[in-house]
């Protein structure tokens, strides 16, 4: 677990993640459930709890050892909107409800992903979203080598076939892109 800690919640991460700004893309609602797929060991949590104090965060991960974590980290911050969900690997396993699903460097991870994101849009409805961010293409101090990153034009057509449509293509983060996806924009 100290090893992703260091690799996912490096002080100096913040400042090319701009989680702010980033949350700032997911136009949320303080009423809405937010669900926050790959956490990892919850860098995006606390950002997201404060966006949506009467709501929801749902932090979602295959690995149940990350979502101890997470449990841990959101109790010592005292932040009570918070709830991990252990997901399958071919399911997110959303509970209804969910307006906004974040996948931050998570994407690639994800197998069979236009039947995976077909079902994830059955669940979010006509009006819920997705927002992906990921690395670019090219070479940069972070992140993985080109092999195992997707070109955003990749991932809208996957996400096409899967039923969405792109709504806001967003380049603003020096080495992420940030693409934010729903059927309503079909
Ligand atoms: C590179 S980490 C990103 C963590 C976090 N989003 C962040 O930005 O710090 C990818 C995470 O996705 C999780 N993951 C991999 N496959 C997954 C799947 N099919 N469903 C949900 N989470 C998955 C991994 O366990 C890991 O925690």
Not at 105 to 118: L, V
Not at 174 to 185: E, G, N, T
């Amino acid at each position: 677990m100290t090893h992703w800690v260091r690799v996912f919640d490096d002080p100096s991460r913040d400042a090319w993640q701009r989680p702010a700004y980033v949350v700032g893309l997911l136009a949320l609602s303080p009423s809405d459930t937010v669900a926050d797929l790959g956490t990892g060991t919850g860098y995006f949590v606390p950002h997201l709890s404060k966006a949506v104090p009467k709501g929801q965060v749902l932090a979602v991960d295959v690995e149940e050892k990350l979502l101890e974590h997470v449990r841990q980290r959101a109790h010592k911050a005292g932040l009570g909107n918070v709830r991990t969900v252990l997901a399958k690997t071919d399911d997110a396993t959303l509970p209804g409800g969910v307006s906004v699903v974040l996948l931050v460097n998570t994407y690639h991870h994800i197998g069979k992903r236009i039947a995976y994101f077909r079902a994830v849009g059955e669940r979010l409805g006509q009006t819920g979203r997705v927002v992906i961010v990921d690395f670019k293409l090219g070479k940069f101090p972070v992140g993985p080598p080109d092999s195992h990153k997707l070109a955003p034009e990749k991932v809208e057509q996957e996400l096409t076939a899967a039923g969405f449509g792109r709504c806001k293509r967003d380049d603003t983060l020096p080495y992420q892109y940030a693409l934010v996806f729903s059927r309503a924009c079909r």
